[in-house]
């Protein structure tokens, strides 16, 4: 589980701009922010980014989804997956889906869920920001976007590739 999709170091390598720091390693496994290094070589960090800004707890999830997503499902895990940006080989990638009932552990849930959100979108944002930002705002802010914009505006390297 990385900490950024590997389509958005691809676009930054079309874009021609560089990586935030903790994003991409080299070869080496060194902090990368040139995306064709990360992409030809290196790899992506896993999420939280290296060990100093608690990458360990990304490793960690990651380890979680590899038993949800390979293990139980009876597909391929750990090394036994086809190498990173590879076509050789079945892929034989699993799914995971838990569907999860909350009204059955306490009732309130949408309620109480609806405040904590609320609580987190009051916080003071941090100097230079406009405001805090809970799961799905920034998808509701790109598709309002899309719709001001009247449609999807691509960078013209991205155009030029798909050329």
């Given at each position: 589980m990385a900490g950024v999709q590997i389509v958005v170091v691809r676009i930054a390598k079309r874009k021609d701009v560089k990586l935030p720091n903790g994003w991409g390693t080299n070869s080496s496994g060194e902090n990368c922010?040139?995306?064709r290094e990360v992409l030809?070589?290196?790899g992506l960090y896993p999420?939280?980014?290296?060990?100093?800004?608690?990458g360990y707890k990304g490793s960690g999830l990651a380890m979680m989804v590899e038993i949800l997503c390979g293990i139980l499902s009876g597909s391929h895990y750990g090394s036994n997956v086809r190498t990173?940006?590879?076509n050789e080989g079945y892929a034989n990638l699993g799914q995971c889906f838990i569907a999860v009932n909350p009204e059955m552990f306490a009732p309130g849930f949408q309620?109480?869920?609806a405040?904590?959100?609320k609580g987190y979108r009051e916080l003071k944002p941090a100097d230079g920001q406009e405001a805090i930002l809970v799961a799905g705002d920034p998808e509701?802010?790109?598709?309002?976007k899309v719709e001001e914009d009247g449609?999807?505006?691509?960078?013209p390297n991205f155009i030029t590739y798909l050329l």
């Amino acid at each position: 589980m990385a900490g950024v999709q590997i389509v958005v170091v691809r676009i930054a390598k079309r874009k021609d701009v560089k990586l935030p720091n903790g994003w991409g390693t080299n070869s080496s496994g060194e902090n990368c922010t040139d995306p064709r290094e990360v992409l030809k070589s290196g790899g992506l960090y896993p999420l939280g980014g290296p060990e100093e800004t608690s990458g360990y707890k990304g490793s960690g999830l990651a380890m979680m989804v590899e038993i949800l997503c390979g293990i139980l499902s009876g597909s391929h895990y750990g090394s036994n997956v086809r190498t990173w940006q590879s076509n050789e080989g079945y892929a034989n990638l699993g799914q995971c889906f838990i569907a999860v009932n909350p009204e059955m552990f306490a009732p309130g849930f949408q309620a109480r869920l609806a405040d904590l959100m609320k609580g987190y979108r009051e916080l003071k944002p941090a100097d230079g920001q406009e405001a805090i930002l809970v799961a799905g705002d920034p998808e509701r802010l790109a598709m309002k976007k899309v719709e001001e914009d009247g449609g999807i505006l691509y960078h013209p390297n991205f155009i030029t590739y798909l050329l």
